[in-house]
């Protein structure tokens, strides 16, 4: 099952302020999440649900973002007198 907002609402009856206090952050937090729950939370919830809610690694996109091209003189370095 999909680790979204709706299915940990629903887990913890509807409210917000629970699944802030299980999370140990603020309930705004918890009404800031997308319909995706963010990974850290994510892990965390199926930690203390014993795998109740259950994190599915493939909703997450973990590889590193890449840096765009810097110019050399972008670097504080050279410049056209060099």
């Known amino acids: 099952?999909?680790?979204?907002?709706?299915?940990?609402l629903k887990y913890?009856?509807?409210n917000g302020a629970k699944v802030?206090?299980?999370?140990?952050i603020h309930r705004q937090a918890v009404h800031?999440?997308?319909?995706?729950?963010?990974?850290?939370s994510a892990i965390k919830l199926e930690r203390i649900t014993n795998g109740e809610l259950a994190l599915d690694w493939a909703d997450y996109d973990l590889r590193p973002k890449r840096a765009g091209k810097r110019k050399r003189n972008d670097l504080g370095r050279g410049n056209a007198a060099d």
């Open 1 to 8: 099952m999909r680790m979204l907002k709706s299915t940990v």
């Open 32 to 40: 800031m999440w997308d319909r995706r729950v963010p990974l850290i």
């Open 12 to 14: 913890y009856g509807g």
């Open 20 to 24: 802030a206090r299980a999370l140990g």
